[in-house]
Structure formats: structure tokens, C-alpha cells
């Protein structure tokens, strides 16, 4: 694996990282905020006297869903694509020299086929 690529891979590495540590703190703090289990009248107490972020996750599950939960389930679903990708890629044992020679070998026959089969026609027109 050159330089380069794994420069990538940490760097997507540390991001995927941040993003699923993120996530989780904000969703046990929705969870443990205790706005759950309060009744009507106090989850209306509760989020006046809560009015920052968690608080507006408590108050909105979609949001707090599409922000906190969908997007480390994209990730683990990425990441596995990823591997299966990966798993499945198979390199190649022979160097770029030796791909070369093979495909200049075959070439070389290619070209000595089509002038036998030219040399066939000609005798074959040749002979009516």
C-alpha cells in the first residue's frame, strides 16, 4: 500500500471516528436527560430550563434520529462494503515487466497467425 493511500484511509479513519463518538455522546445524553420519562406538563418545564441541543433532540426524535443514529449505521454499512471490496479485489502476482512481455508475446503471435492465414488465401487463389 503506497504512502498516499494510507494517508486516506487514516484521515477517513479519524473522520468516521469523530462522527461515531459525536453520536454517541449526543445520544446518551438525549437518553439519560431524563425528558423520557417526564409527564406532559414537566417535559414543558423540562425543556424550558433545557434549551440547547440536547434539548431540541429531546423534543425532536427525527431529528435526533437522522443525526445521531442513521449516521453510524451509514458508516458500519459503508465500512463493510468497503472490506467486502477489499476482500474481494485479488492482486496480481506478476510485475509490470512481465505483463509487458506477455502481451508484446502475444501480439508477436497474433501478427504470425493473420500473415499464415494471408499466406493460406493467397496460395489457395493461387491454385484456381
Known amino acids: 500500500m503506497d504512502k498516499k493511500k494510507k494517508i486516506t484511509l487514516i484521515a477517513v479513519g479519524a473522520v468516521e471516528l469523530a462522527v461515531i463518538v459525536f453520536c454517541l455522546v449526543c445520544a446518551i445524553l438525549v437518553l439519560t436527560s431524563g425528558y423520557s420519562s417526564a409527564s406532559q406538563n414537566e417535559q414543558i418545564v423540562w425543556y424550558e430550563n433545557h434549551p440547547n441541543m440536547i434539548g431540541w433532540m429531546c423534543v425532536h426524535p427525527t431529528e435526533f434520529f437522522l443525526l445521531c443514529v442513521l449516521p453510524p449505521i451509514a ?15 485479488k492482486e496480481s502476482v506478476l510485475s509490470k515487466e512481465e505483463k509487458q512481455a506477455i502481451a508484446e508475446e502475444a501480439k508477436k503471435q497474433a501478427k504470425e497467425e493473420i500473415l499464415k492465414e494471408l499466406r493460406e488465401e493467397s496460395s489457395s487463389k493461387d491454385k484456381e
Open 75 to 89: 458508516l458500519f454499512v459503508l465500512d463493510g462494503v468497503y472490506l467486502i471490496l477489499y476482500a474481494t479485489k
